[in-house]
């Protein structure tokens, strides 16, 4: 998949999931087999904030022809893919969360993968 599509996928899957963390944390955390009482609600919140406004940045991305900008853009989605990977796997391994974490696995890894490729085809 190209630049541009690329990073508006990836910047409506995380709006998306940053609005339903902002609006209904409780309810959507109870999907993966967790628990929360307010606390754990607000740091959700904060995760929120984190998804919509990375989500936003990529969107806004969607316009940039420099090859520095686009490296940019593309090492910030390819660290998050790889570390929410990695907690993923710990998570759900080690119990800690319920299978639907797995459902992680089909945003990150070809989102991933395909900013490796981008990644990797820029560089000639």
């Known amino acids: 998949m190209p630049f541009r599509l690329h990073v508006v996928v990836f910047g409506a899957l995380g709006v998306a999931f940053g609005l339903a963390e902002l609006v209904a ?3 959507l955390m109870r ?3 967790l628990e929360l009482d307010a606390g754990g609600a607000a740091v959700v919140r904060l995760a929120a904030a984190l998804n919509l406004g990375f989500g ?8 940039v022809s420099d090859a520095a ?3 940019a853009v593309l090492l910030g989605g390819l660290s998050y893919a790889v570390v929410a990977l990695a907690v ?3 998570a759900t391994l080690s119990g800690a969360v319920g299978p639907m974490m797995w459902s992680n696995l ?3 890894v070809p989102l991933g993968l395909n ?5 990797l ?3 000639g």
């Open 25 to 27: 944390p409780i309810a």
């Open 69 to 71: 900008g686009q490296r």
């Open 115 to 119: 900013a490796g490729r981008l990644l």
């Open 56 to 63: 936003l940045t990529a969107i806004f991305a969607r316009r």
């Open 106 to 108: 089909l945003i990150c």
């Open 121 to 123: 085809a820029a560089r």
């Open 31 to 33: 999907l993966y087999g």
């Open 88 to 90: 993923t796997a710990h």
